[in-house]
């Protein structure tokens, strides 16, 4: 037990206690605790086990760095693992856990590895058991464990029963970060008028300055604070929220916390908002990140980075420790001593400069330290705590001699700070190595951009302050026009003396245990070991030892790893580069980013206007893209499709039989033009079509391969409709504006959807004119008054009244068939008009089941057939293509390879032995050659009443059917793991002259 | 995410649009030869900085935009509308 409570001090509200678990224990802490200080003032040091050796670890920082306390949160399908202790804010009712350890983290069974540690270096897992026995049962047996025992903790398997939202934001400035800096800018934008967004990650505005003893700009750090906070009432101030990615066009994506601090959060509220911000500004003022040294055991409970120390004293009132050792390389640790030592911790402090400046020294001794200069840590004593320190100097060649050992409970560690810059590597922006201040320094910004305080170099609070000041001036100056006042921005600096670069202290002759990157047990005898074996990158060796890869993506551990390959290379930095930092900054729960696009919300779920009437009649439905439409509609409760499609086909084949046809695309193509238009975009003539006529026209893409087909209805000499395939609508009429909006811009056409304007029905079958006929209160149908491929308008009756409605003689089934099409409001009343006819007559309605049945009979096509890969002859439809005109693809069509004779083609297929079947995907193979593509594939399959068989196929063979008449051919099916003997007949086996449809 | 300066509605997400391709070819008539309409179809420069690109509006205003963009930096410049005797128009 070596951190505890202190007396007084601290931002926590000692007032209110804040009852936790931890581990199953209850515990207390107090409101404005992290779990992380909670756990620290209750002396719990051991909080996790380390990702491969199992090592004891405890808090190592104070934010999002942390390398150390990884703790599992949560219960059930609300666990989550790998939170980090310092950025949890404690909250009644808490329940944490320990992980990656059996039984407990206290006494883990899974320190074995950590004696094991030499063959469970970097790449030991390519390594170690990838020689012989590879592929055994050994070394499966091996990987299990290697699995189970590496890792962090376990996510729970359950979906995510917390609702979040997707927010979409705009503003003049995005301000991220509320230090000193971000304070600053933020209060100076939102003065002179500007819409400003502020983001802190933490639950507490201030950063640096929270629980601070400095004073600023003549002010107590708190009086300093709540003045500027109150300038800040027109800005728009989000805590517990971070900017996790900057994006291009500045786009700043943000994860706000909205529940998950609240105790009993109004159900209404969702647990996170994923925000989208279109900022025309931003500044980052995201600070700096303090690193460590690598020197031995530098991972034992205890052990941590300085600033953190003084941050747990100064903001929360815990100490971490009785007597502290505080090592540093430069200014910043002395004040972290000092306030060490005013909460009464008995404090040393190393600095490895040989010389620091007077006042600091002076100041630190006044205050009871015990200064030693030019004395490096070299390693901690103990196993699950600190027990001393060895403490050393350098000698003339960079290792470090041993000279006596200091007993402490905690030491705090600096090695220099870390800007920030992630952010900017998200957009690209190269940092610059700054090699006085050992650290990388934002490059080149992108326009828009501005940085702020320590992210820029600032140390000093009063620089960081006008930095902020400066920057905000920028962006009101560039949005209003006017500079606001003369504020210059302070260089980067701030330091009395220069930090004394260092990254690891090696000690001769002795092997110590030094980590660079604590989360993923990366030591710097790894990094080394990467550089002989060649991974000389910073890419490479990233990934062979894998350093930066675990949760807290490198923010600690990246610039030393960097020092030490270029140490190791006797390489500058500059020359050795960085590793990209990548979004997010923390994690994001991954169900943030589909926000309510979950379930049923995923796609959104189309429906024609007679959905109701036929889903009241119980008919069954299945999805084309977005759509709903009627798969079957069963004669009586317990009809199966198998059975109800055949029946339905038989009926429209027989007799009559009704479909709603709504999803159709369908486009007003209208303008003096529009004739022509038509004329160019379809490979048939529509130029000389007559009005109140339809006529089927195929379009090509200009590679002159098939890109959809459809009827076109002329109502006048410049109005048109053109239908298209369900699945082709979006396509085509983006197609259509495209070629009338950049390449024939002289055309006077304008072409709009009115798909949902409509609602269509077709009725087909020798009946079919009777049945609509019945139905008609105005309006000749007869073969005289509405020929094939003639329009009229008409009236149709329904029930209490009657409705205007266009009808079209055509054929999709093959059978005599009109289609029927009233606005979209009336046609529910039309299908059920229209049902009743045809039941009167004993026909039925069907669905898309017999649909295909019917033009799989009759060899038409669909988007199933024409996929983008397939000619106007390969479909069988190169008899429709003008040689009188130019049309779209007309060219390219042309091309030798699409004119070949041996092109897969159109063609129905029938299985030799009368009960086998095939499915849609089938592979057509010439016998005795079951292999690679073969020579077709199959794209439908039917049972075909019609043609008095049980399986019926359309599809593609190499040479069309001609080629393959009376030889067989293999449906090969590798998937479902079938071979069937077939035979190729002509697409055109069912009235192959049309006369049904023309009766 | 890109923000693309529509002429008609402001700059907004390129969600909204869908990318149409290169926006410095030029289409030959109908009837050119099938060298022209190869070159056209099938041949693409793959520039590296300043580049025009065609976007359509598809969730907007649906209208066919020329962006200029730097494919290096991903920059956008500015917008105009493809359809000249449009943007003549409305300026």
């Given at each position: 037990m070596s951190g505890y409570r202190l007396p007084q001090g601290g931002v926590v509200d000692r007032a209110r206690p804040v009852s936790y678990s931890w581990d199953g224990r209850p515990l207390l802490g107090l409101a404005g605790d992290t779990l992380a200080s909670a756990l620290m003032a209750d002396g719990q040091q051991v909080l996790g086990r380390s990702f491969k050796y199992h090592r004891p670890r405890g808090v190592m920082s104070a934010g999002p760095e942390e390398g150390g306390a990884l703790v599992t949160v949560g219960d059930g399908p609300h666990r989550e693992p790998n939170a980090k202790a310092t950025q949890v804010e404690l909250v009644h009712g808490l329940t944490a856990y320990g992980q990656n350890?059996?039984?407990?983290v206290r006494f883990d069974l899974g320190r074995a590895n950590d004696i094991f540690e030499r063959f469970l270096a970097a790449g030991f897992y390519y390594k170690t058991f990838m020689g012989v026995g590879r592929g055994t049962r050994a070394w499966m047996l091996f990987e299990r464990f290697i699995r189970k025992a590496a890792g962090m903790g376990s996510a729970s398997r359950e979906a995510d029963p917390a609702r979040y939202d997707v927010v979409n934001d705009y503003c003049d400035l995005l301000v991220i970060g509320a230090g000193p800096a971000g304070i600053a800018a933020a209060e100076m934008a939102t003065s002179h008028g500007l819409d400003v967004m502020l983001v802190e990650q933490d639950f507490a505005l201030g950063g640096s300055l929270i629980g601070s003893a400095e004073s600023v700009e003549g002010k107590s750090a708190a009086g300093w604070l709540g003045e500027r906070v109150a300038g800040l009432k027109g800005a728009r101030v989000l805590t517990r929220t971070t900017a996790f990615g900057l994006y291009d066009s500045n786009v700043v994506g943000l994860y706000e916390k909205v529940t998950d601090h609240l105790p009993a959060p109004d159900p209404s509220l969702p647990r996170g908002n994923l925000r989208c911000v279109r900022p025309a500004r931003v500044i980052l003022a995201t600070g700096a990140i303090e690193r460590p040294v690598a020197f031995g055991n530098n991972d034992r409970p205890g052990v941590m980075l300085s600033r953190a120390m003084s941050t747990y004293v100064n903001r929360f009132g815990v100490a971490p420790g009785k007597r502290a050792v505080v090592c540093g390389n430069?200014?910043?640790v002395y004040a972290d001593a000092l306030a060490l030592a005013m909460a009464g911790v008995q404090t040393t402090l190393l600095d490895a400069r040989e010389a620091p400046s007077h006042e600091l020294v002076e100041a630190a001794v006044a205050a009871g330290i015990e200064v030693h200069v030019g004395r490096l840590p070299i390693e901690i004593r103990g196993w699950n705590r600190v027990r001393g320190l060895m403490v050393g100097r350098f000698e003339r060649d960079g290792h470090a001699r041993p000279e006596r050992e200091v007993a402490c409970d905690c030491v705090g560690v600096s090695g220099g700070w870390s800007p920030a810059v992630h952010l900017l590597s998200h957009r690209g922006n190269r940092p610059i190595w700054n090699a006085e201040m050992a650290c990388f320094l934002p490059g080149v910004l992108h326009d828009g951009v501005a940085v702020a305080g320590a992210v820029a170099g600032n140390w000093a609070t009063g620089d960081c302050i006008t930095a902020g000041r400066a920057a905000a001036s920028d962006v009101v100056e560039a949005l209003t026009g006017s500079r606001p006042r003369a504020v210059k921005a302070p260089d980067p600096g701030g330091w009395a003396n220069p930090l004394k670069p260092l990254w690891e202290v090696k000690v001769r002759r002795r092997r110590l245990k030094s980590f660079v990157d604590p989360q993923h047990d990366v030591t710097t005898a790894d990094v080394q070991l990467a550089v002989r074996e060649g991974y000389v990158s910073p890419e490479h060796m990233k990934r062979y030892t894998t350093l930066g890869m675990a949760t807290d993506q490198g923010k600690v551990g990246n610039v030393i790893g960097l020092a030490l390959l270029a140490d190791a290379l006797d390489q500058t930095i500059p020359q050795t580069g960085i590793t990209t930092f990548r979004p997010p900054y923390t994690p994001i729960p991954i169900a943030a980013f589909a926000g309510r696009a979950r379930g049923a919300h995923y796609a959104p779920v189309r429906e024609t206007p007679m959905h109701k009437v036929q889903d009241d009649a119980g008919a069954r439905w299945t999805d084309v893209g977005f759509w709903k439409r009627a798969w079957y509609h069963p004669a009586h409760a317990g009809e199966a499709l198998d059975e109800a499609y055949v029946r339905e086909a038989r009926c429209v084949r027989e007799n009559v039989g009704m479909v709603d046809v709504t999803t159709l695309g369908k486009i007003q193509v209208q303008g003096p033009d529009a004739a022509e238009f038509l004329n160019r975009v379809y490979v048939n003539g529509f130029a000389k079509l007559p009005v109140m006529k339809c006529r089927y026209g195929v379009m090509l893409r200009d590679d002159g391969m098939v890109l959809d087909d459809g009827v076109t209805w002329r109502f006048g000499e410049n109005d048109f409709m053109t239908t298209t395939t369900t699945a082709h609508a979006a396509t085509v009429i983006a197609y259509f504006e495209n070629l009338l909006q950049t390449r024939w811009p002289e055309l006077r056409v304008n072409v709009a959807s009115v798909s949902d304007q409509w609602g269509a029905v077709a009725v087909a079958g020798p009946n079919a004119r009777k049945a609509v006929q019945a139905a008609l209160a105005e309006g000749d149908i007869s073969n005289e008054g509405l020929p094939f491929m003639g329009v009229i308008e008409a009236v149709l009756k329904v029930a209490g009244g009657e409705i205007p409605v266009l009808i079209a003689r055509l054929s999709f089934s093959g059978e005599l068939a009109y289609e029927v099409y009233a606005r979209s409001g009336h046609s529910p009343a039309m299908w059920e008009a229209l049902l009743a006819r045809v039941r009167a007559l004993g026909g039925s309605a069907y669905g898309t089941e017999a649909l295909g049945a019917l033009r799989i009979e009759k060899g038409h096509v669909t988007a199933a057939e024409l996929d983008g890969r397939v000619t106007l002859e390969d479909a069988g439809l190169g008899k429709l293509a003008s040689t009188k005109k130019h049309f779209v693809g007309n060219v390219l069509r042309k091309r030798p390879d699409l004119t070949r004779d041996d092109r897969p083609q159109l063609a129905h297929f029938h299985p030799v032995t009368e009960g086998e079947s095939f499915s849609v995907g089938a592979i057509v193979c010439e016998s005795g050659k079951v292999e690679g593509h073969g020579i077709g594939w199959i794209t439908g399959v039917t049972a075909s009443p019609a043609l008095r068989c049980s399986c019926l196929g359309i599809g593609f063979v190499q040479g069309g059917y001609e080629a393959w008449e009376g030889r067989e051919v293999v449906l090969a099916d590798p998937v479902r793991g079938y071979a069937v003997k077939a035979r190729v007949a002509s697409p055109h086996q069912y009235d192959p002259k049309g006369e049904r449809m023309h009766g | 995410m890109l923000r693309i300066p529509c002429p008609f509605c402001g700059p907004r997400d390129h969600a909204e649009f869908s990318y149409e391709g290169d926006a410095t070819v030029a289409y030959p008539p109908l009837d050119a030869s099938r060298e022209d309409w190869f070159e056209a179809v099938f041949l693409r420069a793959n520039p590296c900085g300043a580049h025009r690109e065609m976007w359509h509006h598809v969730q907007g205003c649906r209208a066919f935009v020329v962006v200029e963009r730097d494919t290096l930096t991903h920059e956008i410049k500015g917008a105009r509308l493809a359809h000249r005797p449009t943007a003549e128009a409305i300026q």
């Open positions: 350890a059996f039984p407990n430069g200014d910043s | -």
